[in-house]
């Protein structure tokens, strides 16, 4: 059994940045590929980003450039840096393992304004 825990979302305004993190609570963290989605209002949920467990990345062209996602092993959690953030960006951010079981967070909103 695997929990994510999100947090560090919020307000901010166009152009900053934010620093998501999501805890994984199990020893198998650093065996998990790893991903973060989104879902904005009225929207479907997408993949912002992914992680394998080896450290291969894998974007969404409409982040490419603006995000990173990264993770620490040692500290089992997954990281979403987010700079140049703009309202587009406003969602409501999933951790996500989807591998060998599928496994969601709560989710942390984020707001971008204008």
């Known amino acids: 059994q695997v929990q994510l825990v999100e947090s560090g979302g919020g307000l901010v305004e166009a152009g900053g940045s934010l620093r998501l993190s999501c805890a994984a609570s199990?020893?198998?963290?650093?065996?998990?590929?790893m991903g973060w989605y989104r879902q904005a209002p009225g929207k479907q949920r997408e993949l912002v980003a992914s992680?394998?467990?080896?450290?291969?990345?894998v974007y969404a062209d409409s982040v490419k450039g603006r995000f990173t996602i990264s993770r620490d092993n040692a500290k089992n959690t997954m990281y979403l840096q987010m700079n140049s953030l703009k309202p587009e960006d406003t969602a409501v951010y999933y951790c996500?393992?989807?591998?060998?079981?599928?496994?969601w967070g709560q989710g942390t909103q984020v707001t971008v304004s204008s």
């Open positions: 199990g020893s198998i963290f650093r065996f998990l590929p």
């Open positions: 992680i394998s467990s080896g450290g291969i990345t």
């Open positions: 996500h393992v989807p591998a060998p079981r599928v496994y």
